[in-house]
């Protein structure tokens, strides 16, 4: 009886392990399955910078319009547009022909040293003192006019350097400074009109052309800095050394226009979870997978 009941007893210790075993093996594949892939990045080292960028419009030094003294009559113009003039230049001939006058002939001559941008009148018409004749405009040095939104606009300063981008000559990178600020904000717009000027350097800008202002807003270097996919609120996903993901509270610096500075609650060369941390709440196993060919 004894001998029966220890055969039994083995049976069923047999039995129990081999379900055990059954049991474990379909626990450790669905585990395997339940692991999540996600792309990682190291923590580094870099300079962290932001700028702003806006479109504007190219603006001569000075545009000047040209109005006659008297009534007349147009009789001569003696320039065409696109002629360049110094101040005091003859542009055109007016016969005063009011009664008294003896229909005398006076010219008109220019304020300024510069190029002729428009003749707004022809021969033989009749003008008046209110009536504009000509249009000159000193492009020896040249500007872009853009308005600014007024929360960056303490970061705007004279004599700030900027970068101009003309669409007409993609490619061509042109260096100039804040020049203009103005000291009210558009109530409607609420936005700061600014200028920059542009030494001329034998381009061909001209006045009217569209072009983009880039101009630096912050710079934090050799900072401990994230790309900005990687956050999550306050807050990113690390991969610790046993392969789970850990939520990480951190302290934010400087936002780049890529990458964001971490003050606080990361280390250097942790890898950060910047790809598939929608899906974690903290505690999951993941797969990490470096992100290659990442620009910092």
Known sequence: MKRILIAIIIILAIGVFLRITLVKKPMRSAMEKNVLSVEVIPAIKTDVKKTCTLVGTIVADKTVQVFP???????????????????GDKLLAIRNETIGFEFEEAYVTSPISGTV????????????????????VDVSRIKISFNAPEIDVQCFRINSPVSIYADAF?????????????????????????KATIERTGTQLKPGMTARVSIKLGEHKGVIAIPQDALVANSVFIVKNDS???????????????????????NENELVIVLGQQRLAGGEKVLPIVRENENH
């Not at 003294?69 to 101040?87: A, D, H, Q, Y």
């Not at 018409?125 to 249009?135: D, E, K, R």
């Open 170 to 194: 993609p490619g061509k990178n042109l260096n100039g400074y804040i020049s203009e600020i103005s000291p009210v904000v558009d109530p409607m717009t609420k936005t700061v009109a600014v």
């Open 117 to 136: 941008a428009k003749i707004l009148v022809d021969v033989g018409s009749t003008v008046a003192p209110q009536v504009p004749l000509v249009m000159v």
């Open 69 to 87: 003294e008297t009534m007349g009559r147009v009789t001569k113009i003696l320039v065409k547009e696109g002629s360049n003039v110094n101040k």
């Open 244 to 266: 789970t993901a850990e939520r990480r509270p951190i302290k934010l610096g400087l936002t780049g226009d890529e990458m964001v500075e971490v003050m606080a609650g990361l």
